[in-house]
């Protein structure tokens, strides 16, 4: 039986080949995360298989997230057994093997590789196209949610600076029709200036006739009444 611990990286991968005995047949080859390079790990098994059986390969590689999906679909395809090891595991199999506190790529591929030697390791199998579509969407959702909590920070701290007086008016400073008025009218100088009809239409038309001529009055009131505040202050 032969065993292939594979230590994974964005860009390149280092293997370590052993047999059952734990004799090392290979610690030194390294292939980049590129077609060329998973043909150069699949002709470098073929090269230590007498008999070219693949059933007589097993290989391992820890759950690094995407940098090996690649690989392992490339192998599992050949036909090859595959594990997908936890890090923690591999972590505390490594302090039980050696007292030295030494890590490398090298070191690593080979306490992967001489993990396979127990019947516990997770065998892979490959996930659905639609599934990893969605797992990606998922994850760029989730950055854009985090990307929106951002700038809605941004705009509440703006509006406290500018126009502190806002929020009491409308039932939330991040609805549409707020921010159609401050993308129009970005100050209260401007609102305060602005002809009460086109405040109007502004505001009606933002919340599909919600905010009527009354809700225009108000908002342009409290904001003369702060632009003339603040005008006072510039004249000392």
Not at 41 to 68: A, C, M, Q, R
Not at 78 to 102: D, V
Not at 105 to 114: E, F, G
Request: hydrophobic share 40%; proline share 3%.
């Amino acid at each position: 039986m032969i065993y292939i611990g594979i230590d994974v990286a964005k860009a390149k991968h280092d293997c370590c080949i052993i047999d059952s005995d734990g004799v090392i047949i290979n610690d030194s080859l390294r292939i980049s995360n590129s077609r060329e390079g998973f043909e150069l790990l699949y002709s470098s098994i073929l090269s230590v298989l007498p008999n070219k059986d693949i059933s007589n390969v097993k290989i391992g590689l820890e759950s690094t997230g995407h940098y090996s999906t690649n690989l392992q679909n490339y192998l599992y395809a050949k036909g090859f057994h595959l594990s997908i090891l936890n890090p923690l595991a591999t972590n505390l199999f490594r302090k039980a093997q050696t007292l030295r506190k030494t890590k490398t790529d090298k070191t690593d591929a080979l306490v992967i590789a001489k993990m396979l030697f127990s019947d516990d390791t997770k065998s892979y199998s490959p996930v659905s196209y639609q599934i990893q579509e969605l797992k990606s969407l998922t994850r760029h959702r989730y950055r854009l949610i985090g990307y929106r909590s951002r700038l809605k920070l941004s705009i509440t701290r703006l509006i406290d600076i500018i126009f502190p007086e806002l929020p009491k008016y409308v039932w939330s400073i991040h609805q549409v029709s707020v921010y159609a008025l401050l993308s129009e009218l970005p100050s209260p100088k401007e609102i305060s200036n602005c002809h009460l009809t086109k405040l109007t239409n502004l505001l009606a038309k933002s919340t599909k006739g919600k905010y009527s001529r009354a809700k225009a009055i108000e908002i342009k009131e409290v904001a003369h009444v702060l632009y003339l505040l603040n005008f006072s202050k510039l004249l000392g």
